[in-house]
C-alpha cells in the first residue's frame, strides 16, 4: 500500500498540532497514522485512497458505518437547516430525554453534554455534591475520560496521578482497585466506606482490552454503595446502546446502578455525552439543585436529532440482531484460529465487541472453552488464565500487537484500534463478506 499522502499530511500536522493529532491514540500507529479521506458503509478510505474493513467505526459511535439510515439523515439536515443552534431548549431534547428515560432501566432524567468525558466529570461531581463526601472508587485500568478525578494509578493506598499536570493532592480522593476483585472492593469500604461518594465502573472493562465481569462482582458494588450510602455510577460511554441492546448493558447484567454516564452512540456519530439516573439524584444539577453544571452546547439540536433517530432506527429494525450476530461469528471464528495458531491468545468481546488478547498464559487444552469470547466462566479450563483486570491485558504481548500484528492486518485491508487496549465494533453496515475477509487476515497475520 502506498501511504505518501498521509505521511505528508502527519508532517503539515506536526507543525501545528501537538504529536500531529488532536487525541493521543491516533498516534499510536507508528511511523505515522494514516489520515482518513471517507467512509463508505463497513468501510474506510484513506487519504491514498487505500480501502480497509473499518472495525475501529469511530472508537465506537457508529452503529450504522458510515452511511447513516435515510431518516437519521433527514433528521440532521433538517435541523441543520434550521439554524446552528440556540441557547434555548428545544422540543428534540425533550423527546431525546424521554427516548432514553423509556428504555434504560435505571434512567428517569437525563443531562445531555458534549462529551463522555464531560459526562463523566459532571457524574463525579453530582456524586460528591449529592453525598457531601469526597473519595471516588475506580477500578485501575478503566477509563473514564481525560478528567483529574480519574487520571489516577496505584493503589487504594497509594494513588498517584496518570499524568502530568494533576496535583498529587487531587489524587488522594481516589482510589482505584482491581476490576473483578472482590476482595480488594471490600476492603476499600471497610478503610474509607463513610467517604466514598460513589463507585464509578465501566460495566465491561473496555478500554484496557475487553475484560467481562466475573459473575456476582457488580451485585457486589451495588451491595456495598448501598449499604454505605455511596452511589454506583455506571460509565457506558462505551457500551451504551451498543451492550444489551437499547437498555444498555445494565439491563443485559440485570445490576440497576444510580447514575449511568452515556456517549457515543447516544449521538449518533456527533459529539455528545449524557448523565442519566433517578430524578432525585440528577435534580441535584442546577438549576433545580446546587451542582454547578452547564454548557453552550449541550443538547444541541442536530446531536439530539442524530441520536434520536439513531436509537429509534434501532429499536423498529433488526439492528442488533444483525451486529450481534456478526459479532458472534467474528468471535468463534477467531476463537477456532487461535486455537489452531496461537493457543495462548485471548477472545474477548460481546454482542458486538470484540479483540484478540496477546496475552502469553494458555490452559493445555481448549476444550470446553468459551466459544464466542471470554466470559470469566469458572469452569472454563482456561479460567485461571484469561484477563480479569487491566493490569492482565497489559501484561500482555502489547509491543507485538501494536508493532508487527497491526501492520500486517493494515496491509491486509483490515483497520483495527490502533492499540491492544481499544475495543473493536460491528456496525449495522457490516457484512459476512467483511467477516470472511477479517477471519483470513487474521489467519494470515497469526
Not at 441557547?87 to 443531562?111: C, K, Q
Not at 482497585?177 to 465502573?201: C, R, S, T, W, Y
Not at 477472545?347 to 470446553?368: N, Y
Amino acid at each position: 500500500m502506498n501511504h505518501d499522502e498521509s505521511r505528508d499530511l502527519y508532517d503539515r500536522a506536526l507543525s501545528v498540532m501537538p504529536g500531529g493529532v488532536n487525541s493521543s491514540v491516533r498516534a499510536a500507529v507508528e511511523p505515522y497514522p494514516p489520515f482518513a479521506q471517507h467512509g463508505d458503509g463497513g468501510h474506510l478510505i484513506d487519504a491514498d485512497g487505500n480501502r480497509y474493513v473499518d472495525w475501529v467505526m469511530g472508537l465506537g459511535p457508529l452503529l450504522y458505518g458510515h452511511d447513516t439510515p435515510e431518516p437519521v439523515q433527514a433528521a440532521v439536515q433538517s435541523h441543520a437547516s434550521e439554524g446552528p443552534m440556540y441557547g434555548m431548549p428545544t422540543e428534540i431534547e425533550v423527546e431525546h430525554a424521554e427516548f432514553v428515560a423509556r428504555h434504560v432501566p435505571s434512567v428517569e432524567m437525563v443531562r445531555f453534554v458534549n462529551s463522555g468525558t464531560e459526562a463523566t466529570v459532571s457524574a463525579v461531581r453530582l456524586a460528591r455534591g449529592y453525598t457531601g463526601r469526597n473519595e471516588i472508587v475506580v477500578m485501575q485500568g478503566g477509563y473514564h475520560g481525560a478528567q483529574e478525578s480519574t487520571l489516577v494509578e496505584g493503589d487504594a493506598d497509594h494513588p498517584r496521578p496518570s499524568t502530568a499536570g494533576i496535583p498529587q493532592s487531587f489524587s488522594q480522593h481516589t482510589l482505584p482497585v482491581p476490576f473483578n476483585d472482590e476482595e480488594a472492593v471490600h476492603e476499600v469500604f471497610e478503610k474509607h466506606g463513610d467517604d466514598i461518594a460513589a463507585v464509578l465502573v465501566e460495566p465491561i472493562l473496555a478500554n484496557k482490552g475487553i475484560v467481562m465481569p466475573e459473575d456476582g462482582y457488580h451485585e457486589t458494588l451495588r451491595d456495598l454503595t448501598a449499604d454505605h450510602g455511596s452511589l454506583l455510577v455506571f460509565d457506558e460511554v462505551i457500551t451504551g446502546f451498543r451492550v444489551g441492546g437499547l437498555q444498555c448493558a445494565q439491563g443485559e447484567f440485570g445490576v440497576t446502578p444510580d447514575v449511568t454516564t452515556f456517549g457515543k452512540i447516544i449521538g449518533g456519530g456527533y459529539p455528545v455525552g449524557a448523565i442519566g439516573g433517578k430524578s432525585e439524584i440528577i435534580e441535584h444539577f442546577t438549576p433545580s439543585g446546587d451542582v454547578f453544571q452547564a454548557g453552550t452546547f449541550s443538547g444541541h439540536p442536530v446531536t439530539m436529532a442524530a441520536g434520536l433517530e439513531s436509537l429509534r432506527y434501532a429499536a423498529e429494525n433488526d439492528v442488533y440482531q444483525h451486529v450481534n450476530a456478526l459479532g458472534d461469528e467474528l468471535r468463534r471464528g477467531l476463537t477456532e484460529i487461535v486455537a489452531d495458531r496461537a493457543p495462548a491468545y485471548t477472545v474477548a468481546g460481546t454482542d458486538s465487541m470484540f479483540k484478540l488478547l496477546f496475552t502469553r498464559d494458555a490452559a493445555d487444552s481448549f476444550d470446553e472453552h468459551c466459544e464466542a469470547g471470554c466470559r470469566q466462566r469458572a469452569d472454563c479450563p482456561r479460567y485461571d488464565a484469561c484477563p480479569k483486570h487491566g493490569a492482565d491485558v497489559a501484561a500482555g504481548e502489547t509491543d507485538r500487537w501494536r508493532r508487527v500484528f497491526w501492520p500486517q492486518m493494515k496491509e491486509q485491508g483490515v483497520f483495527l484500534s490502533q492499540n491492544q487496549f481499544e475495543s473493536q465494533f460491528v456496525s449495522y453496515a457490516h457484512t459476512e463478506e467483511d467477516v470472511e475477509t477479517t477471519l483470513e487476515a487474521y489467519k494470515e497475520a497469526l
